[in-house]
């Protein structure tokens, strides 16, 4: 089955931006959604089919998906947006989902 | 609103099996799919099966196939996922998801049930 891979890590001073990316065969067809985890939180949809971000989420969160690779962007990050951020995707080749490996953020 | 209520935590056994079940409300209950996925302590999430509701045709992940079945109740909108042979690292909470699809290239997860631990100990 097809991997989706993420850096476990990335942090960014309050106030600025972050991007966070995932690689993986399968966004060069499906599209990628993006998910919010706070410690014993169920997660939360934050980006949809790459681009897309549900009512509710703030408009710093922003995504974007180009070849292999799709991005979750938060344009002047705040505390609260201090998470764990899980991509996902349909596998490149069989009907079976997958998650990449996750990214805590930090926000200094 | 589309609430997604999941059962209460459980304890079991190795080689014993359990069954969480993800009620449904504020949507038409057959109009969508539901996603199983997991997570370890300290892990992160972990695909395991959907099902659709309208026909029952079920979708796992190789890695469960043999010991996973999701079902469910549409006199009471609500699904199941039962797990058997169950080792110390299932250990998990276990999240329901309502599947969502777009164009045939994009599915998401939303809402997510509120999570069932699953503690598997001898």
């Known amino acids: 089955s097809s991997e989706l891979t993420q850096d476990p890590v990335v942090s960014v001073a309050l106030g600025q931006t972050v991007r966070i990316t995932c690689q993986g065969d399968?966004?060069?067809?499906?599209?990628a959604s993006w998910y919010q985890q706070k410690p014993g939180q169920a997660p939360v949809l934050v980006i949809f089919a790459n681009t897309n971000r549900p009512s509710g989420i703030p408009d710093r969160f922003s995504g974007s998906n180009s070849g292999n690779t799709a991005s979750l962007t938060i344009t002047g990050a705040q505390a609260e947006d201090e998470a764990d951020y899980y991509c996902s995707s349909r596998d490149a080749s069989a009907w079976v989902w997958v998650f990449g490996g996750g990214t805590k953020l930090t926000v200094l | 609103q589309v609430h997604l209520v999941q059962s209460g935590a459980e304890v079991k056994k190795p080689g014993a099996s359990v069954m969480v079940s993800c009620k449904a409300s504020g949507y038409t209950f057959t109009n969508h799919w539901m996603h199983w996925v997991r997570q370890a302590p300290g892990q992160g999430l972990e695909w395991m099966g959907v099902?659709?509701?309208?026909?029952?045709?079920?979708l796992y992940a190789q890695k469960f196939q043999g010991r996973i079945t999701l079902t469910r109740d549409m006199s009471t909108s609500t699904f199941y996922m039962e797990l058997t042979s169950l080792r110390s690292d299932d250990t998990a909470v276990y999240y329901c998801a309502r599947d969502h699809s777009e164009n045939d290239r994009g599915w998401w997860f939303d809402p997510w049930g509120q999570g069932t631990l699953v503690t598997v100990s001898s």
């Open positions: 399968s966004l060069r067809t499906y599209y």
């Open positions: 099902i659709n509701p309208n026909d029952i045709r079920t």
